[in-house]
């Protein structure tokens, strides 16, 4: 029966399964995004801990760690013209999955909340016309209220 199910699906047209290859226009600008901002957080000297850490609960496209704070980045990613500012598409509801997905990595990994301090980041990439990518890191994005778990 799965088998009948399986091959039905893969007759509509557009419909792919999770990681085959030709993913669509929107993943592989979301997948170059991550790729730009981890690049970006290495140059200053964090170290990546992790990518795309997801739970039922959320997911965090990049955990990394400098100088005693561990930072749980949200990456948006757009390509040019638009008119919105990526950073500015992480709606509340957005932060609060990131939130509960950092709760989930913290208690995963044994870490003392009152031992580590916490910080939730937004990285905003624009891809231009041939030009490399422009990378916005924006620290403690999402305020002091996100950190009380």
Known sequence: MMDFLCSLLARIPGLRRRGERGASPRRAVGRRGEGAAVRHLK???YRILERNFGTRRGEVDIVAFRDG???FVEVRSQTEPVL???AATVTRAKQLRVIKAAQSY???HRLPRDDVALRFDVIAVRFGQGAKAQVRHIEDAFGTSARRF
Request: with cysteine; net charge neutral; charged share 15%.
């Open 84 to 86: 919105v500012d990526p």
């Open 106 to 108: 913290c208690t995963a």
């Open 69 to 71: 704070v561990l930072a």
């Open 43 to 45: 140059r200053q000297g």
